[in-house]
């Protein structure tokens, strides 16, 4: 009597793979279907389990589902960092295959760019105004003296795009200023940096900082 063990097929084609994005992204693999030798489809992945990892050796989950289709799109937004993921199918009688091969990405929320003030003075406490990101729920603003932003000087939180201070900023004085997004989860995206001075005093923009 000879033995034998059926192994499931294994996914391919998992996107994305050493890519750099700025969104969550759509996560697909080819279907998984098997053909006997006249052409005939034999086997058909019932469905697959997703598995998201921040470690390469998966000792935490991040993210998983279970899905009948190939391409899955969460529905949480993704902190920035670099990500690990595989599948494996599951056929109709429940049993699972091995996972596929590990693909990784690397998630970054892109910066705003800031639009007032930067390069030259300002006599009085300004208006900062910056431009919108998509993805962007809320916006967080922050001022210094310090160019290490420690302590701030003001703070805040707001869905606009722009910012009046209710306090005065004090006249020939440098002040740092940057701001990052967040998205609907709270997760926050890297600062963009700049400098001003109040005063009749020249400041200039500093080279985007990425935290």
């Known amino acids: 009597m000879e033995q034998f063990s059926l192994s499931l097929p294994t996914p391919t084609g998992l996107t994305p793979d050493s890519s750099n994005l700025h969104y969550a992204p759509a996560f697909c693999w080819d279907p998984v279907i098997g053909y006997d030798n006249d052409g005939h489809p034999v086997l058909t992945a019932w469905k697959?389990?997703?598995?998201?990892s921040q470690d390469p050796n998966f000792s935490s989950t991040y993210d998983s589902i279970d899905t009948y289709n190939n391409c899955w799109t969460p529905t949480k937004?993704?902190?920035?960092?670099?990500?690990?993921?595989?599948?494996?199918?599951?056929?109709?009688?429940?049993r699972a295959g091995f996972y596929s091969y590990t693909a990784t990405f690397t998630k970054q929320y892109p910066i705003t760019t800031l639009i007032s003030p930067i390069?030259?003075?300002?006599p009085e406490t300004p208006t900062f105004i910056w431009t919108p990101v998509d993805g962007a729920a809320q916006y967080r603003f922050e001022v210094s003296q310090?160019?290490?932003?420690?302590?701030?000087?003001?703070?805040i939180t707001t869905v606009n795009t722009q910012y009046t201070p209710p306090k005065t900023y004090a006249p020939n004085r440098v002040y740092y200023w940057r701001v990052a997004?967040?998205?609907?989860?709270?997760?926050q995206g890297p600062?963009?940096?700049?400098q001003i001075i109040i005063g009749d005093v020249?400041?200039?923009?500093?080279?985007?900082?990425?935290r």
């Open 48 to 52: 697959y389990h997703v598995q998201v």
């Open 77 to 94: 937004g993704y902190a920035d960092g670099t990500y690990y993921w595989h599948v494996y199918m599951i056929d109709g009688n429940g």
């Open 119 to 122: 390069n030259g003075s300002v």
């Open 146 to 155: 310090n160019p290490s932003f420690s302590p701030l000087f003001d703070s």
């Open 181 to 187: 997004i967040k998205d609907r989860n709270g997760n």
């Open 191 to 194: 600062f963009t940096d700049a």
């Open 202 to 210: 020249y400041f200039s923009f500093l080279p985007a900082i990425r």
